[in-house]
Structure formats: structure tokens, C-alpha cells
T-cell receptor, first 112, second 114 residues
Framework: DQQVKQNSPSLSVQEGRISILNCDYT??????FLWYKKYPAEGPTFLIS???IKDKNEDGRFTVFLNKSAKHLSLHIVPSQPGDSAVYFC???????????WGAGTKLIIKP | DTEVTQTPKHLVMGMTNKKSLKCEQH?????MYWYKQKAKKPPELMFV???????INESVPSRFSPECPNSSLLNLHLHALQPEDSALYLC?????????????FGDGTRLSIL
């Protein structure tokens, strides 16, 4: 069973509008959540994270929201720019502190 | 610019060849990782080194042999690989003694087995 789920394989958004990427998880004991962005032929780039003691973390155009009761987190990008077109992975660090548990990824396409 | 550097960027090898992938980080991190990534999939963890000691081996076949010569370097020695081993191999690093630190990735080596 997938412990971290990204149910949308792809998402298309108009440039300048808000992009919302979603992620669900199964284990209420998960403590630390991250978003990575990946361009083709490059490694994943760490974007933003949030710990379970918070419900929101903001960094420039990127905001991550955590809803612990729903076991759901989301990444908001506003305004969306063409350079944001990439695959976005949600990931969790469980208490082992080593193994990232990854979602399947969502391909974001920003239309001009 | 990535702070985790991997060489080579591309590698094509036959099934009988021996080659090595190299990774270097200058972030002062004491945990280093090897991942394998297939197209349209998330990275799969292969090995973890913590303080230069192998701490996790995710049941990786012995044709992959990791080595951590010092705290900045990580190698992956390859021998007698199979066509299904063709993938993007990613190196990452993080700080193991501080809770919940993100891993930082290199750009990977694109490996093709003929």
C-alpha cells in the first residue's frame, strides 16, 4: 500500500494563476513533510518543508499547507511561472530520519 | 548550482564492463545516499552511509558496490550489470544528527547498459 499518494499524475495551469498540488498520507505518526521539484535530466531540488507542529509554511511564491486531521498536504505556487513546469514530488521523513517515503509525483505544466 | 556533484553525467557500458560512479559534496553533511530512478517514478533508495559507515543496504544486488572513502566522497562501483539496471543514479546528502533534515541531490548519472 502506498503510504504517500499524489493522485494527480499531471496538472495544467495558466501562467500567473495559482497552482495547487495535493498529497495524501496514511500514517498519522508522520512528522516531517517535504516537496521536491524535478526537471528532466536533473536531480530533485528541495523546495519547502513543514513539520507536523505547524499547519502552514511559506517561502516566497511557495506555501505548503498541512491538514493533520485529513492527513493531507498541499503546495500552492502563486503566481505560477513557466519555469515552474516540472514534476513535483511530495515526500515524508518518518522517524527513521533516513528513508524518504515518496509520492508518485505530479507533472505541472504552466501554459503561457 | 548544485552542491552535490556527480560524475560522469552519462555512462554507456556493456554487461561485462567495470565502471564507477562518483559523488562529491561540500555541504559538511555526514550522511550520503545512492538512489536509482526510473522514468516517471520516484527515486528508490539503494544505500545509506552515515559517518562513512554503511548503515542501510536496501537488498541491492552485489553487482552494485558502494564505497565511502571520506565524508565528502561517495562511489558506486558497477560490475556485470544487466539491461534493466539502465536508469538515472542519484546521489544525495544530508545531516544525520539533526532531526528531519532534507536531502540534497546531485543531478545524477544517466546509465545505459548495452
Amino acid at each position: 500500500d502506498q503510504q504517500v499518494k499524489q493522485n494527480s499524475p499531471s496538472l495544467s495551469v495558466q501562467e500567473g494563476r495559482i497552482s495547487i498540488l495535493n498529497c495524501d498520507y496514511t500514517n498519522s505518526m508522520f512528522d516531517y513533510f517535504l516537496w521536491y521539484k524535478k526537471y528532466p535530466a536533473e536531480g530533485p531540488t528541495f523546495l519547502i518543508s513543514i513539520s507536523s507542529i505547524k499547519d502552514k509554511n511559506e517561502d516566497g511564491r511557495f506555501t505548503v499547507f498541512l491538514n493533520k486531521s485529513a492527513k493531507h498536504l498541499s503546495l500552492h505556487i502563486v503566481p505560477s511561472q513557466p519555469g515552474d513546469s516540472a514534476v513535483y514530488f511530495c515526500a515524508v521523513i518518518p522517524d527513521s530520519n533516513y528513508q524518504l517515503i515518496w509520492g508518485a509525483g505530479t507533472k505541472l505544466i504552466i501554459k503561457p | 548550482d548544485t552542491e552535490v556533484t556527480q560524475t560522469p553525467k552519462h555512462l554507456v557500458m556493456g554487461m561485462t564492463n567495470k565502471k564507477s560512479l562518483k559523488c562529491e559534496q561540500h555541504m559538511g553533511h555526514r550522511a550520503m545516499y545512492w538512489y536509482k530512478q526510473k522514468a516517471k517514478k520516484p527515486p528508490e533508495l539503494m544505500f545509506v552511509y552515515s559517518y562513512e559507515k554503511l548503515s542501510i543496504n536496501e537488498s541491492v544486488p552485489s553487482r552494485f558496490s558502494p564505497e565511502c572513502p571520506n565524508s565528502s566522497l561517495l562511489n558506486l562501483h558497477l560490475h556485470a550489470l544487466q539491461p534493466e539496471d539502465s536508469a538515472l543514479y542519484l546521489c544525495a546528502s544530508s545531516q544525520p544528527d539533526r532531526a528531519a533534515q532534507p536531502q540534497h541531490f546531485g543531478d545524477g548519472t544517466r546509465l545505459s547498459i548495452l
